[in-house]
């Protein structure tokens, strides 16, 4: 299913765009005309449906602050639209607000707890914090309602993943590939979790299998990529790196690790060019900023590695700032000092939650 807003083919039955996040719809019938068009705003200016609408195209379009001005406005007539506050949640996701979409979902299921669209994309916005454990059961909660539905148990596979439990992800992938075997995502996710539980061969068969099913998958190529930079083989990662952006130029993923490979060969002039594709199009990515400062710094260019390094910390979380910082810092070594002193002031304890 092709999206409207980018253009990115995703699987069919697919109800968000796997590149940007929009929601899919259906190729529009011809037109009837026994069928009564979509009110605009500029007809009723007073009906909350209009402005959803208006809001839902340019969501669409990617054109999120002025979608969620529309929105505001169809809110503000009917504080009870669900769909106000599904779209409204879903371009501020798109904006990296995952915080304040996730107060839109929350709104919207107080309205109807029983919405499953919106039980999944506040699993996604919750993922994407690193609140797994909470995106779990918001995946969960989707599957009480509808345990038939792959992309759920899919993302309920990445979150588990992400917290380590390989195992269990697979089991989800697995779940997906049994009521569609022709789910190409969840292919290629049971590939990268069996790399990181050492299943080399395995892996790449899966990996393989998405590509088979859907050769035109941008996304999967980059987990090709990502499996073969994971072994040591950069120079083959970087010809699937390439084929993803051919595929789509937009892939942030794919440039982001192509600069990762390209840095790892020493080809650090390259790899910032690369990096700087990801910050035209994200230009709030923290890790890419980090990436960036790594690469200036092991050229020389320690004002501009120091200037980097002090934008992914303004942008980053606590969280991310000590998992990169810990992990990265020390090979910095005229700014390394600054960046720890630096550190020492800006980030805060993070606070433990019990229950």
């Not at 942008?315 to 090979?331: F, G, H, N, P």
Request: aromatic share 8%.
């Amino acid at each position: 299913m092709k999206c409207p807003a980018c253009d990115f083919e995703n699987e069919e039955g697919s109800k968000f765009c796997k590149n940007c996040n929009v929601p899919l719809v259906e190729p529009k019938p011809k037109k009837d005309p026994g069928v009564v068009p979509k009110p605009s705003p500029k007809q009723y200016p007073h009906d909350a449906a209009a402005w959803t609408n208006k809001g839902n195209n340019l969501h669409k379009l990617g054109r999120h602050e002025e979608a969620i001005r529309c929105l505001d406005k169809a809110l503000e007539l009917n504080p009870r639209h669900v769909i106000a506050w599904i779209i409204k949640g879903a371009s501020l996701h798109n904006l990296g607000r995952n915080e304040e979409a996730i107060r839109c979902y929350n709104k919207a299921l107080e309205l109807n707890p029983e919405y499953v669209p919106a039980w999944i994309i506040k699993g996604r916005s919750l993922h994407n914090l690193g609140r797994n454990e909470e995106a779990i059961r918001c995946y969960n909660k989707a599957l009480e309602l509808d345990s038939r539905d792959t992309i759920t148990w899919t993302n309920k596979g990445v979150s588990l993943d992400r917290l380590g439990r390989n195992e269990e992800a697979i089991r989800c992938y697995n779940k997906a590939l049994e009521l569609n075997p022709r789910h190409v995502n969840a292919w290629n996710n049971k590939g990268f979790s069996l790399h990181r539980l050492g299943h080399h061969e395995e892996a790449f068969r899966c990996i393989d299998k998405a590509l088979e099913l859907n050769p035109r998958d941008a996304f999967v190529w980059s987990s090709k990529g990502a499996s073969l930079h994971n072994l040591g083989r950069d120079e083959e990662a970087i010809r699937c790196y390439n084929k993803a952006l051919e595929l789509n130029p937009r892939d942030a993923f794919a440039w982001s690790s192509k600069g990762a490979s390209l840095h790892k060969l020493g080809r650090d002039e390259e790899a910032i060019l690369c990096v700087d594709k990801v910050l035209e199009l994200y230009p709030r990515d923290a890790a890419a900023w980090s990436n960036k400062a790594l690469a200036e710094d092991k050229l020389g260019r320690w004002k501009e590695a120091t200037r980097s390094y002090q934008k992914f910390l303004t942008l980053a979380t606590a969280r991310d700032a000590i998992q990169v910082c810990a992990k990265k810092a020390w090979q910095f070594f005229p700014v390394r000092v600054r960046i720890r002193q630096r550190l020492a002031t800006s980030l805060t304890p993070i606070p433990h939650t019990e229950g």
